[in-house]
């Protein structure tokens, strides 16, 4: 069967081939709200769990993690290695809206999970609003003829 001829993906392939180093590989990520936390779920396949680091700065989320060659010092003869090694790391920007202190990281077949909290004052709230009717108070006072004609009780 012949391949059919693409030159936009043929010169594609070939930048990304020539470009590609550890560093510029990407740690592939998946980001969403679940409710009152924001889950991260980035690709770590034949990372060393040992090597994952995670730390927040200045509201600013880094993720290392390295991933060695097994093959790294034996004497082979290469005939393609796709499969980069070395440090990778991500950052992500978090706003003042999540609790840093709750941050959670789980990695499990090969992917690390992080679970970020929605901090307590940014949650969204319900203000009950109280309604008082202004009220007419009128004092009716009754007097009798007896108190009219003697008013000390004399």
Known sequence: MATRFDPIRDLDRFFSEVTRTPNSTSLPMDLYRDGEVFVARIDMPGVDPSSIDVD??????????????????????????????????????????????????DYQDGVLSLTIPVAEEARPRKINVSHSSPTRVTEVVETSPAQDENPAGA
Do not use: M, P
């Open 56 to 105: 927040v700065e200045d509201r600013t989320l880094t993720v290392r993690a390295q991933r060695q060659s097994e093959v790294a010092d034996k004497d082979v003869k290469w005939l393609t290695r796709e499969r980069t090694t070395g440090t990778y790391a991500r950052q992500l920007t978090l706003g003042n809206r999540v609790a840093l202190d709750r941050i959670q990281a």
